[in-house]
């Protein structure tokens, strides 16, 4: 857990639910808690836990109490390093509403990553983003596959539909989309083509689970200086053009429209990311 930090990701994920063998719950809640309340623990990224599907108050619960040997009172425990938790098997908006709801009843005020890796859960994508304290919603495939009785194959067809719909949801609500796992992570060539497919998807960012993928994936969501320096040049022609009045411009022979306009606000927005990053 202590190595988390020094990986490179935006979001570091104490995972309680898969991860964690049904008779082994509490010594990983016991675990992840004393982490987060350790003022060591201080990442230059936000914190997340992965609630268990059919538990999360007992998550909660166990996060907020006293380790032994402290006090209610003291000031040790009323530090804890959360901003977020991933709630997973999300069916609908109200699991959303539910979930911020506990957090709230425990003092805590944090946002809600809604996993959404079921036919249910896809199908009800929209209104779970559309929720108030979804943050972001996360694609599932793994789970999505076994739910609906897909095979899973490199070219991933078979969930192709729920990935793009799991973007356009996001989009409509003006919040992130997180693609999911790629699960060889000895596999960087492949890791590499799944997050460039991912991002041509409109994914904002995309799930590792082993430290070696957090790099291959920060690259391939970092704009190259080529299409840095493209997006500076739009941004910049527009600019003029509004100061001239003129609706209508061009970048090297290319006319320049709003869709133009927004890809290179992206371009830009994703550089400075990755400058806010290193």
């Not at 053009?241 to 830009?268: C, N, S, Y």
Request: proline share 5%; charged share 30%.
């Amino acid at each position: 857990m202590w190595k988390a930090p020094g990986a490179g990701a935006d979001v570091i994920c104490f995972d309680l639910e898969d991860a964690v063998a049904p008779d082994r719950k509490d010594e990983a809640r016991t675990s992840v808690r004393e982490v987060l309340s350790d003022p060591a623990f201080d990442p230059d990224a936000e914190v997340c836990v992965r609630l268990t599907a059919d538990a999360p108050a007992n998550d909660l619960d166990a996060l907020v109490s006293s380790p032994p040997g402290v006090d209610k009172g003291d000031e040790a425990d009323s530090r804890l390093r959360l901003d977020a938790v991933m709630l997973p098997k999300v069916e609908s908006s109200a699991r959303v509403d539910d979930a911020a709801s506990l957090c709230q009843a425990r003092g805590l005020d944090l946002n809600v990553f809604a996993l959404v890796e079921t036919a249910a859960g896809v199908l009800s994508a929209r209104g779970i983003a559309a929720a108030g304290p979804t943050d972001a919603v996360v694609f599932g495939a793994e789970d999505l596959a076994a739910d609906i009785g897909a095979t899973r194959t490199t070219a991933g067809t078979e969930i192709l539909y729920a990935r793009e719909h799991v973007v356009l949801a996001a989009s409509a609500a003006e919040i992130d989309a997180i693609d999911t796992v790629y699960p060889d992570f000895s596999d960087t060539d492949g890791l590499r083509e799944d997050t460039e497919f991912a991002l041509t998807l409109g994914y904002d960012g995309k799930l590792a689970i082993h430290p070696a993928q957090v790099d291959p994936i920060n690259e391939a969501f970092t704009p190259d200086d080529d299409e840095i320096e493209w997006a500076e040049a739009v941004l910049d022609a527009r600019d003029e053009a509004r100061r001239e009045g003129r609706a209508v411009f061009q970048v090297d022979g290319e006319m320049i429209d709003a869709p133009l306009i927004t890809q290179a606000e992206r371009i830009v927005g994703r550089a400075a990311a990755a400058d806010d990053g290193r």
